[in-house]
């Protein structure tokens, strides 16, 4: 069973970069998937951030398309995710989820990362 | 941009009670429609996808129905472990979410 896992700083400087990993384990990245980044600000919905397939090809949110940036590793089996000039409204619960090939479903996902900007 | 709209917002239910949550696209989407479940600091959970598709281990008083623009999440009969709120994703066109459907138990 695919799992995984999402790591990076906690803490962020407003204007600054925000960087996050996603790493796979127990399954592969070099197949025919799309991986996902959504973010939860507390107390609110899920918002979509976008998703980057196995060999790079990515798709944003209109509404972020211009801070956002996915890019994937298969060599070390993560995805990363750069959101530049960050205000307090990037506060929020980041997950990673595959995206199921046949279906279109988001499963599984990662357990969340929360990143608060703030100086 | 394809905005995803649910309704109610929160909804009180009993323990057996049927319960029925709606999301409407702003546009046809076909079936380009899953349901995700999630429960307090957890991650969410995917119920349903291609509008209608239970996901494997999900029990089957969940269901969906629906195409184009109007769809629905029915819990046949409300159990305690179904409290959490439930969100609608589109991806015919890119994804977007619904706002959420928070489930209480009365």
């Known amino acids: 069973q695919v799992q995984l896992q999402e790591s990076g700083p906690g803490l962020v400087q407003p204007s600054g970069t925000l960087s996050l990993k996603c790493t796979v384990s127990?399954?592969?990245?070099?197949?025919?998937?799309?991986w996902s980044w959504v973010r939860q600000p507390p107390g609110k919905g899920l918002e979509w951030i976008g998703e980057i397939n196995h060999i790079g090809r990515t798709n944003y949110s209109p509404s972020l398309k211009s801070r956002a940036a996915i890019s994937v590793s298969k060599a070390v089996k993560e995805i990363s995710l750069n959101l530049t000039s960050v205000t307090p409204a990037d506060t929020a619960v980041y997950y990673c989820?595959?995206?199921?090939?046949?279906?279109?479903?988001?499963?599984?996902w990662g357990q969340g990362i929360l990143v608060t900007v703030s100086s | 941009d394809i905005h995803m709209t649910q309704s109610p917002s929160t909804l009180s239910a009993s323990v057996g009670d049927r319960v029925t949550i709606t999301c409407r696209a702003s546009q046809n989407i076909n079936i380009w429609l899953a349901w995700y479940q999630q429960k307090p600091g957890k991650a969410p959970k995917l119920l349903i996808s291609k509008a209608s598709l239970l996901e494997d281990g999900v029990p089957s008083r969940f269901s969906g129905t629906g195409s184009g623009t109007d769809f629905t999440l029915t819990i046949s009969s409300l159990q305690p472990d179904d409290l959490g709120t439930y969100y609608c994703q589109q991806y015919n066109n890119l994804r977007t979410f619904g706002q959420g459907t928070k489930v209480e138990i009365k």
């Open positions: 127990r399954g592969s990245i070099d197949k025919e998937y799309w």
């Open positions: 989820a595959r995206i199921v090939g046949s279906t279109g479903g988001f499963d599984p």
